[in-house]
C-alpha cells in the first residue's frame, strides 16, 4: 500500500482562548483514490497524560478512504507532522452535516473517540473505540471545540 500525507493550509499557532492550535487539511493517497481529512488539534488542560486533542472532520469531499479505516495511518503521519506522539493524544472523529452533499443544515452529529496504545516493539496499536457527546468532547478540548 502507497501512502502519501500531505498538509495544506496549516495553521500552528501559540494556543489562545477559544481557537484550536493547528487546523489544517490533511490528504493522503489510499488504494485507489485520496482521502482527505481537516484536523484540529486542541489543547486539553484536563488530561496531563493526553495534553492534546486532535478532531478529524469527515468531509463531504472526501472520495477517498474513510478516516475509520486509515486512522491508524492517519495517526503515525499527523503525529510525525506534528511533533506528537498518536499514543499520548485523544483522536475524535466527527460526522455532521458537512460530511454529506446535499445535507441540510443540521445539529445531528457523531462523535467517536479513539485512543492508541504502544506495542512492547513500540508500534502503534489498534485503536481503542468509544461513542462520545459533545460535552465530552468540549471538555477535552478546554471548550474551544467549535
Not at 98 to 103: M, P, Q, R
Request: glycine share 6%; charged share 25%; hydrophobic share 40%.
Amino acid at each position: 500500500m502507497k501512502y502519501a500525507l500531505f498538509t495544506v493550509t496549516l495553521l500552528f499557532t501559540t494556543a489562545s482562548a477559544g481557537q484550536p492550535i493547528a487546523d489544517s487539511l490533511l490528504v493522503w493517497e489510499g488504494y485507489f483514490s485520496q482521502g482527505q481529512t481537516q484536523v484540529s488539534i486542541y489543547p486539553n488542560p484536563a488530561d496531563t497524560s493526553r495534553p492534546y486533542t486532535l478532531v478529524l472532520r469527515e468531509l463531504a469531499t472526501n472520495k477517498g478512504p474513510s478516516t475509520v479505516d486509515d486512522l491508524a495511518y492517519l495517526a503515525e503521519e499527523a503525529g510525525r507532522s506534528f511533533q506528537l506522539d498518536p499514543s499520548k493524544v485523544n483522536w475524535i472523529l466527527h460526522w455532521g452535516a458537512f460530511s454529506f452533499e446535499g445535507a441540510a443544515k443540521t445539529r445531528k452529529e457523531i462523535f467517536l473517540r479513539a485512543t492508541f496504545k504502544r506495542t512492547k516493539n513500540r508500534h502503534l496499536g489498534r485503536p481503542q473505540w468509544r461513542l462520545v457527546t459533545r460535552e465530552e468532547v468540549e471538555l477535552l478540548t478546554d471548550r474551544a471545540f467549535y
